[in-house]
């Protein structure tokens, strides 16, 4: 799977909306954009993932630059529960090759209150 | 429904002994995963089941760590001789497809503390 580049942390104000943003200048046009975060003792939970077009659900929204080499994953309004580490990671649409999720560091989210 | 559950939740063993953590995946989930975290490094991947067969092991540690998924429903992951540097979460995850546009479901973790 490609690499993702993520900063190491970013502090966001609970209410206000949050942009983590992810590099991936190598993705080539059968990967897929996923992003999983992991709540403090917990498994990495799925938040969403998109090809081409901005994806919505009701955890997030994913924003893909045109050329894709960019994604940004937005929570509209951040709750204390959304402090954890968010995971960016391309998984080929075709599967095969190596079949886990390459977790990298993350963004590690810190919400004040 | 049901979420992927992971037994025991802890688990503390001397070095030497021998270990086996269970993953019960979302019915219905032909792929189950293994994965870990060891101290202050990244998740990684141990390897993927389709139902009871073994596609792809290439992030298995070495011979010591056996997986098994019997009749192609719940897996374990078992530990034999368990050393030090085993410590960590293991999780478990499942999926419908293994291709690039599903995600997965991850249990909680079993964290192992070998001493």
């Known amino acids: 799977d490609a690499k993702t580049t993520q900063p190491n942390s970013m502090e966001s104000n609970e209410e206000e909306p949050v942009h983590l943003p992810c590099n991936h200048s190598?993705?080539?046009?059968?990967?897929?954009i996923h992003w999983y975060r992991q709540l403090p003792s917990q498994g990495p939970e799925y938040v969403i993932h998109?090809?081409?077009s901005n994806v919505n659900n009701r955890m997030a929204s994913l924003a893909i630059a045109e050329d894709r080499k960019s994604s940004t994953l937005i929570l509209h309004r951040a709750t204390l529960r959304d402090a954890a580490v968010y995971y960016c990671?391309?998984?080929?649409?075709?599967?095969?090759?190596?079949?886990?999720?390459?977790f990298g560091k993350g963004t590690h989210l810190i919400i004040q209150p | 429904e049901a979420g992927v559950t992971q037994f025991p939740s802890h688990s503390v063993i001397e070095k030497g002994q021998t270990v086996t953590l269970r993953c019960d995946p979302i019915?219905?989930?032909?792929?189950l995963y293994w994965y870990r975290r060891v101290m202050g490094k990244e998740i990684k991947f141990l390897l993927h089941?389709?139902?009871?067969?073994?596609?792809?092991e290439s992030g298995m540690p070495n011979n010591r760590f056996l997986a098994e998924r019997t009749g192609g429903t719940y897996s374990t992951l078992k530990v034999q001789p368990a050393e030090l540097e085993d410590s960590g979460v293991y999780f478990c995850?499942?999926?419908?497809?293994?291709?690039?546009?599903?995600?997965?479901?991850f249990g909680s973790g079993t964290r192992l503390t070998v001493v």
């Open positions: 019915s219905g989930h032909d792929n």
């Open positions: 998109g090809l081409t």
């Open positions: 995850a499942s999926s419908q497809e293994s291709k690039g546009n599903y995600g997965y479901t």
């Open positions: 190598t993705i080539s046009g059968t990967d897929y």
């Open positions: 089941f389709v139902k009871e067969s073994k596609q792809d």
């Open positions: 990671i391309l998984r080929d649409v075709r599967g095969g090759g190596a079949d886990g999720l390459t």
